[in-house]
């Protein structure tokens, strides 16, 4: 009987991954809860491409609402400030800070969104092996997409804490486009926020991003009929261009775990709009023109996923 059970352990061993059930994919559901509320600061390394970075991130619960510090400790001394669904970035360049704010998304590691039912209509959940990063165990469950409109995601779940402590990003050719892991963390039950202000030099000057405080809200005269299955909006912004009185559009699309820019701007007199495709990594770009409007869209996605989406702009 010992030799049958060691027999069987082998066995699981050796099955690489086995598929979730329902059941399975509360999983996503604690490692979204553990990216609210749990307080910790680390150190991850991020690679896009043949760019690598290491990241210092700092995250806190104050009463109801979160707080997170991003540094980048590599490039330029960027910092990134979220309070809730606001963002804040602080751009250090020469003798100027620029200042931009944004919509909040998904980061790692809070890379998981609140309803995961869209996630749950076009990917495969798996299950890997237990392994180790950043000196604590992980459990290792991956989301294969049921179709040919997204990419793979594997990702590394603290088994303490279901905190993300590592994620891949492959394509459908099983190629690894981007990847997040830390390599020191500490989590702690409570945090004061000391710490939730930008280390910059106060002599220096303050520029607000102009693109942010032109933004409005418009309705749209176009319509997209081919965004992929499961993206839905999640941001839209009207802009007036600097110098002529038209408007600029951008949309934001989110399945929960990807994300696409659609973006539209009128094409100035004797400007060549910009046509055809592009890759940069993980990222895909589309562009054409129509009508006097240049369209593109931008997404970590496969390509097809953004020409099915800009060949169906009409207005």
């Known amino acids: 009987m010992k030799c049958l059970g060691l027999l069987l352990f082998l066995l699981c061993l050796a099955t690489p991954f086995a598929y979730a059930d329902q059941a399975g994919w509360s999983v996503i559901e604690d490692a979204y809860k553990a990216s609210q509320n749990k307080n910790y600061k680390g150190i991850y390394i991020s690679q896009h491409g043949q760019e690598l970075k290491s990241v210092e991130i700092t995250h806190a619960l104050h009463g109801n609402e979160q707080f997170t510090r991003i540094n980048l400790l590599d490039g330029n001394a960027d910092e990134i400030f979220s309070q809730g669904d606001t963002v804040v970035i602080y751009h250090k360049r020469d003798n100027t800070i620029v200042v931009q704010k944004r919509e909040q998304q998904h980061l790692f590691p809070a890379i998981f969104p609140k309803d995961i039912n869209s996630i749950k209509k076009y990917y495969l959940l798996s299950f890997g092996k237990p392994d180790r990063v950043a000196g604590r165990i992980t459990q290792n469950i991956v989301l294969t997409p049921k179709d040919d409109l997204r990419y ?61 405080s032109k933004e409005i809200n418009l309705n749209r005269f176009w319509r997209a009929s081919n965004i992929p299955p499961g993206f839905k909006e999640v941001n839209f912004i009207a802009s007036k261009m600097p110098g002529i009185n038209m ?11 990807s994300y696409i820019s ?54």
Request: no cysteine; glycine share 6%; hydrophobic share 40%.
């Open 247 to 257: 408007m600029s559009y951008h949309t934001v699309y989110s399945d929960g775990l």
């Open 262 to 315: 659609l973006f539209l701007q009128p094409v100035r007199k004797g400007q060549k709009p910009k046509t055809g495709d592009l890759n940069f990594d993980a990222t895909n770009v589309a562009a054409r023109y129509y009508n006097g409007y240049q369209i593109m869209a931008v997404g970590a996605v496969p390509l097809k996923a953004v020409r099915n989406l800009i060949d169906s702009v009409d207005f």
């Open 152 to 212: 793979s995601y594997h990702f590394w779940l603290d088994q303490q804490t279901s905190l993300p402590m590592k994620m891949i990003v492959q394509n459908l050719k099983k190629e690894v486009l981007e990847q997040s892991a830390f390599n020191k963390i500490q989590f702690v039950s409570s945090m004061g926020l000391d710490w939730f202000k930008p280390a910059v030099d106060l002599s220096k000057e303050y520029l607000m991003d102009e693109g942010f």
